[in-house]
């Protein structure tokens, strides 16, 4: 579970914390004996960054880290961004992350499609709202053509700012798998936090 399927609710979130650790642990039984990529991740972060990384906890509990997504064939990723002090308004420590990354790394890539879309046009928060309305995204053929357009390698690491709108092709022979996470950054003398 993310936590943005939480939508903010009390008895979402509980369920969402009361299963992060377990479900961490989940991934790492069922990799073991590998190492699980997102583990490797956590070191790396953690060794490169001066001040360290460490898991987010935004109400005080241990987050989950680590999401799995597995996309089928001919699915389309619809555009959106991902903005954290939307999942959890009104939350000090959601509000103090200044720059949003998502992390994904990529597992399964389908030979064609399953590209990842980036626009560099900034939308608000509101404005995006506003055009999705119920859905959690929008058709990317609205946004015009992407700026990036990036084809995961199996094994590859791709960040990039989850506060701009990207979305994901459809592809076709094989379905695409990936470990996926977000980083918050709050400045640079900050550790990078990490979360699902
Ligand atoms: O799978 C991808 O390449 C991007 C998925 C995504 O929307 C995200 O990580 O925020
Ligand atoms: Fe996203």
């Given at each position: 579970?993310?936590?943005?399927?939480?939508?903010?609710?009390?008895?979402?979130?509980?369920?969402?914390?009361?299963?992060?650790?377990?479900?961490?642990?989940?991934?790492?039984?069922?990799?073991?004996?590998?190492?699980?990529?997102?583990?490797?991740?956590?070191?790396?972060?953690?060794?490169?960054?001066?001040?360290g990384?460490?898991?987010?906890?935004?109400?005080?509990?241990?987050?989950?880290?680590?999401?799995?997504?597995?996309v089928?064939?001919?699915?389309?990723?619809?555009?959106?961004?991902?903005?954290?002090?939307?999942d959890?308004?009104?939350?000090?420590?959601?509000?103090s992350?200044?720059?949003?990354?998502?992390?994904?790394?990529?597992?399964q890539?389908?030979?064609?499609?399953?590209?990842?879309?980036l626009?560099?046009?900034?939308?608000?928060?509101?404005?995006?709202?506003?055009i999705?309305g119920?859905?959690?995204?929008?058709?990317?053929?609205?946004?015009?053509?992407?700026?990036i357009?990036?084809?995961?390698?199996?094994?590859?690491?791709?960040i990039?700012?989850?506060?701009?709108?990207?979305?994901?092709?459809?592809?076709?022979?094989?379905?695409?798998?990936?470990?996926?996470?977000?980083?918050?950054?709050?400045?640079?003398?900050?550790?990078?936090?990490?979360?699902?």
């Amino acid at each position: 579970m993310a936590l943005y399927e939480s939508e903010n609710k009390s008895n979402l979130l509980d369920y969402y914390y009361s299963n992060s650790l377990s479900n961490i642990d989940e991934m790492r039984n069922i990799l073991s004996p590998y190492l699980s990529p997102i583990d490797y991740f956590r070191c790396q972060l953690d060794e490169q960054w001066p001040s360290g990384a460490k898991l987010e906890s935004f109400h005080g509990k241990k987050m989950f880290v680590g999401l799995s997504r597995v996309v089928e064939p001919e699915v389309t990723f619809l555009a959106h961004h991902d903005i954290v002090e939307k999942d959890v308004p009104n939350n000090y420590s959601a509000k103090s992350i200044q720059m949003q990354l998502a992390a994904n790394v990529h597992i399964q890539v389908p030979d064609i499609g399953g590209e990842l879309l980036l626009w560099h046009k900034d939308i608000t928060a509101n404005d995006f709202d506003s055009i999705r309305g119920d859905s959690y995204g929008i058709p990317p053929n609205n946004l015009g053509d992407p700026d990036i357009v990036v084809k995961p390698k199996a094994g590859q690491l791709i960040i990039f700012n989850s506060r701009k709108m990207h979305s994901v092709s459809a592809g076709k022979n094989k379905s695409r798998v990936s470990l996926s996470c977000f980083i918050g950054y709050r400045g640079e003398h900050q550790p990078l936090t990490y979360w699902s």
